[in-house]
């Protein structure tokens, strides 16, 4: 006992260090059930999308993004703490409930789908020219409270498109199919989840409307054909907050106006097939990329049915953080194409 003890204070410096090795370890690889939020980038979206039309962009139309970590370790989570421009949310609160971050992402990679699908009909609506819309499933886009389905293994972001071995590819075959059946039937519902297949079986529930029905919100998946060979990469990216700058872009290239006039206009929101834009999440952390890119411009979604707040965050944002640039609103795709096209070229 006694050399024992005589080893362990001959060697105390060595074993206290390994002992921090192994805290700074398990730190290190341990993680939390947090989302770390931060300023993204702010980039071109000429290089994102690409029409067949070639254009001489003398400036740049951004798109903006924010910077997120799920699962962080320690180190991460004091970084962001002592961040002035970071913030940490819990997981639940980020993915606002869903089942699973694999739902979660599914649901974010279907918004960025449907929002280049609504960019090119926005975009083709506001040139007068025709294009094709198929419909090609039904998206879960969150349960309401008193369904079964979640408990049955359906998720958010799965894209239904078969029920009882029946094509329900549209919303109308969606509804005619459910409108045979009563509330306590089980219908098996079939589609893709991400890149797999999915199968669940799952009992109906009495909507609100006396209808039997699976007991979530949806909305179409839809494939836009249109006579141009417009191709998209944001495969890196998820959500839809890219839409109005990408809209932009599509005229653009096809009108082989350079709406940028030489400047560098950044920009955010959600584009609807009709051209009104949306309000969109994280507005602060994307004004700070596009701040730290130099932007001359930011266009803003001014909605008055979100009480404008993504404009009074962007006014608070800009003067507590003494940005650069200059805020401009836009409610819709005609507003973005107006601003910009009254500006005067830069020399």
Same mark, same amino acid.
């Given at each position: ?22 805290? %700074?370890?398990?730190? =290190? ?8 939020? &931060?300023?993204?980038?702010? #980039? ?7 029409? &067949? ?9 951004? +798109? ?5 970590? $799920?699962?962080? *370790?320690? +180190?991460?989570?004091? =970084? ?20 699973? /971050? ?13 929002? #280049? ?8 609506? @506001? ?18 409270? *008193?369904?079964? !389905? ?11 498109? $078969?029920?009882?071995?029946?094509? @329900? *590819?549209?919303?109308?075959? %969606? ?33 609100? $409307? &006396? !209808?039997? &029905?699976?007991?979530? =919100? ?15 990469? %944001? ?16 005229? @653009? ?9 030489? =400047? ?22 994307? /004004? ?9 411009? %930011? ?10 707040? *993504?404009?009074?965050?962007? #006014? ?10 200059? /805020?401009?609103?836009?409610?819709? /795709?005609?507003? @973005?194409?107006? +601003? ?8």
């Amino acid at each position: 006992m006694a050399a024992w003890k005589h080893w362990i204070r001959r060697n105390w410096t060595a074993i206290a260090g390994g002992l921090v090795a192994v805290v %700074f370890v398990v730190a =290190y690889y341990w993680t939390w059930p947090y989302v770390i939020y &931060g300023p993204g980038s702010a #980039e071109p979206v000429h290089p994102r999308v690409q029409t &067949g039309h070639e254009l001489d962009e003398k400036g740049a139309l951004l +798109f903006t993004t924010v910077s997120t970590r $799920s699962k962080p *370790n320690v +180190f991460d989570l004091i =970084y962001a703490r002592l961040n002035p421009r970071m913030d940490i949310k819990t997981q639940e609160s980020a993915t606002g409930g869903t089942v699973n /971050l694999e739902a979660y992402r599914n649901l974010l990679y279907w918004m960025r789908d449907n929002s #280049e699908a609504a960019a090119l009909m926005a975009a083709y609506g @506001a040139m007068k020219e025709d294009i094709q819309v198929e419909e090609q499933g039904v998206i879960v886009r969150a349960f309401l409270d *008193n369904t079964e !389905a979640r408990l049955h293994g359906l998720q958010e972001g799965d894209i239904i498109t $078969s029920i009882d071995g029946q094509d @329900a *590819n549209t919303a109308e075959a %969606f509804t005619k199919i459910l409108a045979d059946k009563k509330a306590g039937d089980v219908v098996k519902l079939a589609g893709t989840r991400g890149e797999k297949t999915f199968e669940v079986e799952v009992p109906l529930i009495k909507m609100d $409307s &006396g !209808a039997a &029905g699976v007991g979530f =919100y949806r909305d179409s998946v839809v494939k836009v054909t249109v006579p141009d060979p417009v191709e998209f990469d %944001f495969e890196d990216t998820g959500g839809p907050s890219a839409g109005l700058m990408m809209t932009l872009e599509i005229v @653009a290239q096809l009108t082989g106006e350079d709406l940028t006039k030489g =400047y560098q206009v950044a920009g955010t929101g959600t584009i609807e097939a009709k051209g009104n834009v949306g309000q969109i999440g994280g507005i602060q952390y994307k /004004l700070m990329a596009a701040d730290r890119e130099k932007a001359d411009y %930011f266009l803003v979604p001014y909605v008055e049915s979100g009480g404008y707040s *993504n404009w009074k965050e962007a #006014e608070d944002t800009v003067k507590k953080l003494d940005l650069n640039l200059k /805020l401009v609103k836009v409610s819709s /795709l005609q507003d @973005a194409i107006d +601003f910009l096209q009254g500006l005067e070229a830069k020399s």
